[in-house]
């Protein structure tokens, strides 16, 4: 069964910084690209990064692009987002979403949420 | 940059009745690269339909989609109770259309 558990979300002030990461199991993580998507409170989904198999291409929504970092260890079966100089407006709930082929976002992990606030 | 419209925004419907939403896409497309989901309230989205009209596993035969040019169709044959909720169109893995409710009328 594949599990896709997110940690490391909190309060965070303005331009701060936080790094969420995401456990998988259940499936040969290797094979498989891996996306972080977003939702803010009563709001609908946004798409915010991705990274291929290999690490080696990485894609960002314009909003978070200099500020967020993708990243993937295979060794470990996991996904982090390294979130800087983080703004109001990337208050959400952070979901990690595994994904066979790159345009097919296919399992979604339960969320960790996010809050920027001072 | 493809932005995706769906509508309605809100659709009233009873138990056993067809459901049609819709995704329109702002330009022209090149791929087929269009995925359903459906979110239940406090829950991740699901996987419903991927590459416009294959359905995900364990997603029943009453869930459909098709495309016209640069329309995208979801269309739910007989709703059941859980179906009552948000669904959303995504491209390419990546844009979302805003979402549309599906409510029980």
């Known amino acids: 069964e594949v599990q896709l558990v997110e940690s490391g979300g909190g309060l965070v002030q303005p331009g701060g910084t936080l790094r969420l990461s995401c456990a998988a199991s259940?499936?040969?993580?290797?094979?498989?690209?891996m996306h972080w998507a977003r939702q803010a409170p009563g709001k609908g989904l946004e798409w915010v990064a991705n990274?291929?198999?290999?690490?080696?291409?990485?894609n960002y929504v314009d909003s978070v692009k200099g500020r967020f970092i993708i990243s993937r260890d295979n060794a470990k079966n996991s996904l982090y987002l390294q979130m800087n100089n983080l703004r109001a407006e990337d208050t959400a709930v952070y979901y990690c979403?595994?994904?066979?082929?790159?345009?097919?976002?296919?399992?979604w992990g339960q969320g960790t949420l996010v809050t920027v606030s001072s | 940059e493809i932005v995706l419209t769906q509508s309605p925004g809100t659709l009233s419907l009873s138990p056993g009745e067809r459901a049609t939403l819709s995704c329109r896409a702002s330009?022209?497309?090149?791929?087929?690269?269009l995925a359903w989901y459906r979110q239940k309230p406090g829950q991740a989205p699901r996987l419903l339909i991927y590459d416009t009209r294959n359905r995900a596993t364990g997603i029943p035969d009453r869930f459909s989609g098709s495309a016209s040019g640069t329309d995208f169709t979801l269309t739910i044959s007989r709703l059941e109770p859980e179906d009552f909720a948000v669904y959303y169109c995504q491209k390419d893995g990546r844009t979302f259309g805003q979402g549309t409710k599906l409510e029980i009328k």
């Open positions: 979403v595994s994904s066979p082929r790159v345009a097919v976002p296919e399992c």
């Open positions: 259940g499936f040969k993580f290797n094979n498989y690209w």
């Open positions: 990274i291929k198999e290999d690490g080696s291409e990485k």
């Open positions: 330009q022209s497309v090149s791929s087929s690269y």
